[in-house]
């Protein structure tokens, strides 16, 4: 027999999906499979490496350790919806480009989302505040320096952006 499905709707970077999933389908199962967002990774499926790393009413959380049925209701933002209406990049995608923050990218969408939120709560932060903000995800090649020169970076990128946006 096999598992019932459940219609569940999801405000995934500012659209809305209807999406039918059994009880139990993970998130982050549900945006990529269902949702074809692949831009969220799935590595340990423990909540261990934070790759799977959304946000979920702004703040981070590992897809893998909630269920997509219990994310309806809320605003979900993957990697996809970091990038501007416009498809330019968010000052941070930018910044992981020039400081090299990323290699092989597989852990990079879960490092935007928690840095992302970081950056909105402490949009002047130190290296060492910044080191301890993404201590919970993983990389296995970049040695993070360029991972967090990357984060205080786009802290600048977007503190030269608020100050042009201030000036008439």
């Not at 967002?37 to 009413?57: A, K, M, N, R, S």
């Amino acid at each position: 027999m096999s598992e019932p499905l459940i219609d569940v709707r999801l405000a995934v970077n500012g659209t809305v999906h209807t999406a039918r999933v059994p009880a139990r389908r993970l998130l982050s199962d549900c945006l990529r499979h269902d949702l074809r967002l692949t831009g969220t990774h799935v590595g340990c499926e423990q909540g261990h490496c934070g790759t799977c790393t959304v946000q979920i009413d702004g703040k981070p959380m590992r897809s893998c350790l909630m269920f997509a049925v219990s994310a309806e209701g809320h605003a979900i933002t993957t990697v996809e919806g970091l990038a501007h209406p416009d498809g330019t990049l968010h000052a941070l995608q930018r910044a992981f480009q020039e400081c090299h923050g990323l290699q092989c990218g597989f852990c990079t969408p879960g490092f935007l989302a928690v840095a992302e939120a970081f950056l909105r709560k402490n949009p002047n932060p130190t290296e060492q505040e910044t080191t301890q903000a993404i201590a919970g995800n993983l990389c296995r090649c970049t040695g993070y320096r360029n991972i967090v020169k990357a984060v205080l970076r786009a802290a600048q990128h977007l503190r030269d952006e608020s100050a042009q946006e201030a000036t008439p």
